[in-house]
Each structure stands twice: as C-alpha cells, then as structure tokens.
DNA sequence: TGGCGATGTATCGGCCCGATACATCGGAGG
DNA sequence: CCTCCGATGTATCGGGCCGATACATCGCCA
C-alpha cells in the first residue's frame, strides 16, 4: 500500500524521507491519516533491498546543511518505474475501510481509463455489498440493538448511498471521457470546466 | 481497540469466538470491516491471560455438538468489567480514521451522559481539525495537484462537513437530555418516534 | 545565550490482518 | 445410501503499519 504512494511520488521527483512524508500527508490525507515513520523507513529499506529504488547520500551540495549526517535521498529506479506500474493496475478485493482504494484514486492521472473505470466500477461493488450488509443488520437485526448502535449503523448506511452517488458520478464522467472537478457530489449544476 | 469491544459483548452474554466475531461484525460493521481471526483469538488469549476473561471448556451438555472438540466459551470476569468501564470511559486521542470512536460510541448505552458529551466533543474537535488540514492543502497547494487527487481532496472534506454536521446534532440531543433517533442527517423532517 | 519549534533519521514493541490449515455437522442431490 | 458442500468452529504464521521514543541539527526570537 505504501510501497505504490512512495514509488508514485518518487516517480515525480527524488526526496528524502522527511519530505516525502510531508507530501504523502497532503496527498493521502483525504481518507488517511498521516503516514508513521515507523511505517515509512522500514517500507524504504524494503524497496531500497528490493531494487526499486536507490540511496543517495548527500552529503556534499546540499544548500541548508552544511556538513555530516547529511539526509538521504531517495531515487526510483527502473524496475521501481515498472513495479509501479504493476502495482497501479492490480486493484485488489480491497475492504471498503481499505486505503488502497484511496491511494489507486491518487495516482488516477497516470493510469488508463479502462483501469480507472475497472477500479471505480470494483470499488462501487464493494461498497454496495457493504450497504447491503447494513440494511440486513438493520432489516433483521434491529429490535436487539440499542439507540446508539441503530443510530451507527444509519450513519454508516449514509455514507455508503454517498459514496455510490460519487461513484456513479465519476463512472459517468469518465465514460463520457471528461476530468473530474466540480461535478460535485452534493447536486450543484455543472459549471464550465475549472481545470485546462 | 477489540479489547473494549469483546469485553463489552461478553458483558452481555457468555459467548465462543466463532458467534462472538458474528457479533462484533454486527456491531461495529457501520465503521469497520470484519474482524479477522487472526486478531480475535490472540486477543482473547491476551485477555484470558489478563484474567478479564476465562474459558469454560464445555465438553458437556452442548445441544448442536455431540462430543469431543467442543467450542469454548468465554465469560467476562469481575476484573474484566472493571476494565470495561475504565476503557469506556478513557477517549484516547485518536486519530479521524481510528475504529476507536465507533466502538465507544457502539456501546454509549452503558456510558454515563458525561462521558458521551466529552467524546462526541472529542471527536468533533478531531474532525474539524483534519478539516482544516484539507482546507488548508486545497487553498495553497492547489496549483500543484492533479484534478483526481482534488477530487478525493474535496470528497474529503465533504465527508469532514457531513460528520461535524452529525455530531452537532448528536451533541444537541444529548444536551437536551434524549436519545439518538430520527433526527436525521439528512434533512428528513421528523417522523413520529420509532423506537418506543 | 538559552531555549524552542521545525527539520531530519531511525528503532522497538505490539496490534491487527490476510492466508491458510484442519475438523465437524446438516442437508441437498446423484 | 453416500458424497459433496457450505456453514460452523478453532487456531497459527508472516508481515504491514502504528505510536512512542530517542537523538541530532538548524534558525529564530527573547
């Protein structure tokens, strides 16, 4: 999961651990919280052992540091480019609480529409599965439930019709070929396009 | 996390862990994917061996099960209530995406007004603050994103407004003193009362 | 000059998950 | 009648990710 959000931003540019952090929290934020470093140096080790991507210690020529214990900067490599890739187009049975979900959206202006609408179209399944799984708790299941449980699971319900609402709205827009923006999920008239 | 919620379920009833993960799946399904077993049984080993928790092997007398390898079942101890109440009552400072606030609020009904009103505030302070991290990553990094990545940003924080909207709400009528029930977040004008 | 917050790298214990294995039971279908 | 299958049921293992913690430097303000 991590391993397609670090290679992806990699992909962008090189940075060094802390950076890189601090540009995973803007770009994952929405449905993430932000990335633990104890998650994130031993997933750079694991892909710097697994080829994907390179260590560069710089400790010369770097403007605001002046000397030793210089940072590291990370570089993808081309296998990293080609896993990447892998990793993008595999959309796993992924959980509705999943982030991977998440961090395949992120990524979208680098993937092909029919693997933009495949993961749009898997995400929606499972989320439909979900709300359906909620509507039978609640169906069956609700005279040995208290207030506050019935009033969880409502909410939780809620939430799921919205996000098949988003869904089904970008499905639409992505099979008549347009860019997401301002379609807006709470009824606002489409406006001309923000985005060139 | 899943101390509190299988505390809280053998609380109510002495159970085995196949009908336990049945009803924590119930129960906390609104926010939370399935529990695994690979979480469950070690942790229900943790708490057998913290003394919250004993087994009663029952070899004997199981209508469905006719003899040997018979389920075991589980039952709270006086110490574990103890400890039930001590974690209902503790809000840690959890993070927006933590299952911790749904699993409090699952079991608000054994939870003193209080206690409800301070971790309803708890988690709007959280909510909005992520809000206004998001805010703040959509004005001034903007330029910088790509239209998917916008997209999940404000879907983000359409989901941030929604559950302080929630909230509010919750936190009005637990002010005055009721219970959850069709109060409705989505505009519904009150039914008549349902639940009796 | 002294402290404080941001920058920066790193580890450790521990929770939780997905995959997997294995065993029993009741019923549906050949 | 027998066999297969899905539900019931218990359990482990490797691994990802997190929170807490430690440590060092830099620039700034008092």
């Avoid at 770009?27 to 052992?49: D, E, H, M, N, V």
């Amino acid at each position: 999961m991590l391993d397609l959000a670090i290679l992806g931003l990699l992909h962008e540019s090189a940075m060094h651990g802390y950076e890189l952090r601090k540009q995973l929290t803007a770009k994952l934020g929405a449905f993430r919280a932000a990335i633990s470093y104890g998650s994130l140096y031993p997933t750079l080790r694991r892909l710097q052992s697994g080829g994907l991507i390179t260590e560069e210690s710089s400790t010369t020529a770097v403007p605001p540091l002046t000397s030793r214990r210089g940072r590291v900067v990370y570089k993808i490599t081309a296998e990293g480019k080609e896993r990447f890739q892998e990793l993008l187009a595999h959309a796993g049975p992924e959980t509705f609480d999943d982030p991977g979900f998440g961090v395949h959206f992120a990524f979208f202006s680098r993937t092909d529409q029919a693997t933009r609408l495949r993961i749009l179209e898997g995400r929606r399944r499972r989320i439909e599965e979900r709300r359906e799984g909620l509507r039978n708790t609640l169906a069956r299941a609700a005279e040995r439930l208290d207030a506050y449980t019935l009033e969880l699971q409502r909410h939780g319900l809620d939430a799921c019709d919205r996000e098949v609402r988003w869904l089904d709205e970008l499905i639409a827009t992505e099979r008549s070929g347009g860019q997401p923006g301002r379609g807006t999920t709470t009824s606002t008239p489409l406006d001309p396009p923000e985005r060139p």
